[in-house]
């Protein structure tokens, strides 16, 4: 026996399907580009495989080479919240958004990598990310100068360009490790390594004479007075106070 529709009744509707993030459209081209060729691969097509209009992907993107560096904009834009929060340690903040933009790229490894040989084959997209590069690096600094301002804004330059130096250093090594190494162990250990290698860079400055402190500093120095137990306070007072006074006329 059948049963027929109730007369009136409306159709039912198939389920939506769930509209996909900027970040998952951007998975679907990187993997367009691998196969077919970044120049190959027009904009159309992207919009077809991620089942979105041509003009909703060109709301969510400007160009394609936006497409393949989606997730720093999003990084951008956290490492931008974590700036605006209160840190006790302005120079560590710096290692900690650096981390976060690590982290990220260890949780998307499989797409990171495909994504590292599309950026390889193509010129364009090579210049773009060393723009995105120097971008990470003058945000640091630009926060660093605005945090500290009591420290020499060269200091605030070198100390950005060392942390993303050393970052993107590890993070090479991270995309570029045989998977036979195991992904998750590699990734772990690089994670480690690219914390201690950050903490080296901090120490590095400390020993410069710019020590990284955590709050603005007044801009004094700090002087330390090593005298015998025994001796004589009044000629203690007057022994530092000379020392001083020669020291500020240098």
């Given at each position: 026996m059948t049963v027929s529709p109730r007369a009136g009744a409306p159709d039912a509707e198939p389920p939506r399907r769930r509209a996909l993030t900027r970040v998952e459209v951007a998975d679907i081209a990187v993997r367009l580009f691998?196969?077919?060729?970044?120049?190959?691969?027009?904009?159309?097509?992207?919009?077809?495989?991620?089942?979105?209009?041509?003009?909703?992907?060109?709301?969510?993107?400007?160009?394609?080479?936006?497409?393949?560096?989606?997730?720093?904009?999003?990084?951008?834009?956290?490492?931008?919240?974590?700036?605006?929060?209160?840190?006790?340690?302005?120079?560590?903040?710096?290692?900690?958004?650096?981390?976060?933009?690590?982290?990220?790229?260890?949780?998307?490894?499989?797409?990171?990598?495909?994504?590292?040989?599309?950026?390889?084959?193509?010129?364009?997209?090579?210049?773009?990310?060393?723009?995105?590069?120097?971008?990470?690096?003058?945000?640091?600094?630009?926060?660093?100068?605005?945090?500290?301002?009591?420290?020499?804004?060269?200091?605030?330059?070198?100390?950005?360009?060392?942390?993303?130096?050393?970052?993107?250093?590890?993070?090479?090594?991270?995309?570029?490790?045989?998977?036979?190494?195991g992904p998750v162990r590699t990734a772990s250990a690089l994670s480690s390594e690219l914390a201690a290698e950050l903490a080296e860079v901090r120490r590095m400055f400390r020993q410069g004479g710019r020590p990284p402190a955590g709050r603005a500093d007044s801009g004094q120095d700090l002087v330390i007075a090593v005298f015998p137990a025994g001796a004589d306070p009044g000629d203690l007072a007057r022994a530092i106070e000379g020392q001083l006074r020669a020291a500020s006329t240098r």
């Open positions: 691998r196969e077919r060729g970044y120049e190959a691969t027009s904009a159309t097509e992207i919009a077809e495989a991620a089942g979105v209009s041509r003009s909703t992907f060109f709301r969510q993107f400007r160009s394609k080479d936006d497409v393949i560096f989606a997730d720093h904009d999003e990084l951008f834009d956290q490492i931008a919240r974590h700036f605006e929060s209160a840190h006790p340690d302005p120079w560590l903040a710096v290692c900690d958004g650096a981390t976060m933009v690590f982290d990220r790229f260890r949780e998307r490894l499989e797409i990171a990598r495909i994504r590292d040989l599309v950026v390889r084959e193509t010129p364009v997209l090579r210049d773009r990310e060393t723009v995105m590069v120097i971008r990470y690096e003058r945000m640091f600094a630009d926060y660093l100068r605005s945090s500290v301002p009591a420290a020499p804004a060269l200091a605030a330059i070198r100390f950005a360009a060392a942390v993303t130096a050393t970052h993107n250093y590890e993070l090479r090594r991270l995309i570029g490790s045989p998977p036979e190494e």
